[in-house]
């Protein structure tokens, strides 16, 4: 009987899946999945909308299923088997965490045997996959990187950033994966933080226009879009990390050595509303239906514990109506020697979903001792299920558990390719331009190109990328900056690659040491991640210095490429080049650099962080730098960009 029962089941899955009509619900043909409840069943039925299905659905539920429901395993942690007995939720993949064959077609099967066990579930609820795809799907192999979010704040084109929001979300399902930790609205005070390329800059109302179009760009269904009866929205995005992540304090953090992230923010609440909210209030309003809270604290509390900012003003107050995500064992933090104190204060704060992310045995145990105790009402929990099994029925998963596969061909497209090279161009902010030594002919004779950045995906992808912390190397497919080079000029140009800048091996046919026209210099930060990225010295470091220096005996003019995460102190150095060009992260597409460096387009990127002339100066923003003048003033201020024919204002000199 029961075997008969879950075939009729399958039946109806998949003529949903078909698309097929089904005017009298199957569903109601299956009556054994529900114990006592005799009621027809309606959560299965497409038709009904999503909150009856959600109510129809939790009434069924046991105190463990719905602990399930909240529970996020890491996906090297969770044990065969244990999604169906433990009903768990959600699995995700951190930073690096792919499968042993890194290609679309293996996540799409790895994701597809995760859930295969969340169906295997008495209730058969499908469990929502996560990933960090926070510049293109980047754990990936052979995605395509977008630039990270500091240049694509640099190009400030809200069009663009939803195209590349969508562009991310068809990459992800491509991979069997419908939710994406992305975007990071922090508004980001100190540039010292590791996580400054994360964010689209340091001024509230960009951010804001931001983050929300990149929200819009994974959410929103369009025409011609393959989706399930019901299903609302195209794929979950989750603006991160609630609240004011990017407003900590210098050496306010007590995770390992990092200084700013995890820290401490200590602004009244009128700023806080002011400056860090309003990027929040614009998702909500544009359909948000998850949000990650901060590792950070608020006046010395954790943000996993604000039950005013989590509850009164996240949920209540805007309306918020999906689930927040805790971040990355997170919860634990609130009081590290005692973990049932810690998973009570944040689930009462109004934590959803535990991004465990390791021992959920634990976990589950300890939810379970809470509610036993009256620690933590049911009526909590029954909230933190409703929220997801809402974004679930949203996404039509209970329909087609699993994504088409037709969007595998959407993987390193040319549509994807053409708008990541795009946002390189429009990101390109021009510093300083001496000599009009921008833009340069095709034509031009010698060129040198000097410094590993020229000729390293890692290092022009930097963090997130195939790991947590980035990859230097060239294991993805994509154009260097110097390929590019080669790529633009014309045949006649000799262009030359050096790491460490040594030409001396070049020699005309008199054997004398040749001089270019024109050499680049291609200056990279290490890739970095969260507070590991943490620095309190921004400065070039010695060896680019001497790249620099080096660069200059053989050759005219020198260009210099700026590679990072955020501005550096180059104060000292900018008079070493004619010209400066931050290029920030720009990702796989590297081709779109030399084409603003040869006038194919033109300069368009303004900084959206105040550039600092010192490291003492730090940090130094839109917000604290109003009536600073002269050498107190940043080097360049938010919004600065030359364009071609323009030169640097006298900035030395700032007596
Ligand atoms: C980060 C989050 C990320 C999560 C999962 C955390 O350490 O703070 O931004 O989404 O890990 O990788
Ligand atoms: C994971 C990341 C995560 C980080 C948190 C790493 O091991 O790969 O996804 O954000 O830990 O510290």
Redesign the pocket.
Known sequence: MRKLFSFLFLVSLILSACGASTSTPVAEEITPVATEDTSPILYTDSSQPIEVRVEDLLKRMTLEEKIGQMTQVEKGSIQPGDITTYAIGSILS????SPAKNTPQEWYTMVEGYQEEALATRLGIPLIYGV?AVHGHGNMQNATIFPHNIALGATNNPELVKAIGRATAEEILASGIPWNFAPVIAVVQDVRWGRTYEGFGEETALVTSLGTAYLEGMQTIQDGDVTSPGQTIFTLATPKHFLGDGATLWDSSNTEDYKLDQGNMQVPEEALRELYLPPYESAVDAGALNIMASFSSWKGTKMHAQEYLLTDVLKNELGFNGFIVSD?QAMDQIYPDDYYASIVTSVNAGVDMNMVPYDYVTFIETMKTAVDNGDIPEERIDDAVRRILRVKFSLGLFERPMPDVSLQKTVRSQEHLDLARQAVRESLVLLKNENDALPLSKETPVIFVAGQGANDLGLQSGGWTLE?QGKVGNQNEGTTILSGIRAAVSETSRVEFNSDGDFTEFTDEAGIPLIADVTFVVLAEKPYA?GVGDAANISLSNSEVKLLNDARQQSKTVVVILLSGRPRVITDELPLAEAWVAAWLPGTEGNGVADVLFGNYPFTGKTSYSWPRTNEQLPININNAKDKTGCDAPLFPFGYGLEYGESMPDILECK
């Open positions: 951190g930073g690096g965490g960090d990355w947590w969260e």
